[in-house]
C-alpha cells in the first residue's frame, strides 16, 4: 500500500508475515515501512486465548488476592469510603473463605472483579485512592 504524509512524502508500508498465536493471546506482525523491516507484538482479539491474564497488584491502594481462589463475595461497591485493614472482599479457596482486607484509606475508584471469578495470587481486585 502506499500513501502520502504530506506533498512528497510518500510511505510504502507492506505485510509481510503474521505469526502464530501464542498462549498468551498475542501473535508477531511483520511489516516493512519504505523498505525497513519491523516486528510487532500485538493482540490478536479474534482468537479466543484459554485463559485471560488479569492485572497485578503492584500500586500503593491496590487490594490483590493473596491466593489462587475464587470470589465469593464484594463487600463494597465504587464511591464507598473504607479504611484500611476493612473486609473489601471474600475469596474461596481450597473450601475456606477468606477476607480481603482494604490495603489503605480511601475511596474505592474501580473494581476489577465479579462474583465467580478465578483469580491467581496477586491479581487485581479493586482500586482505592
Known sequence: VTFSLAEGRDVILKLVS?????????????????????????????????????????????????????VVGLKVEVGDEVKEGEPVATLSAMKMETNIPATSNGKVTNIMVSIGDKLEGDDLIMKIE
Request: charged share 25%.
Open 18 to 70: 503474521l505469526g502464530q498465536v501464542t498462549e498468551d493471546g498475542t501473535r508477531v506482525v511483520t511489516f516493512e515501512v519504505n523498505g525497513e523491516r519491523w516486528f510487532m507484538p500485538v493482540t490478536d482479539q479474534s482468537q479466543e486465548v484459554a485463559g485471560a491474564r488479569r492485572e497485578k497488584a503492584t500500586e500503593p491502594g491496590d487490594v490483590g488476592s493473596p491466593m489462587p481462589g475464587v
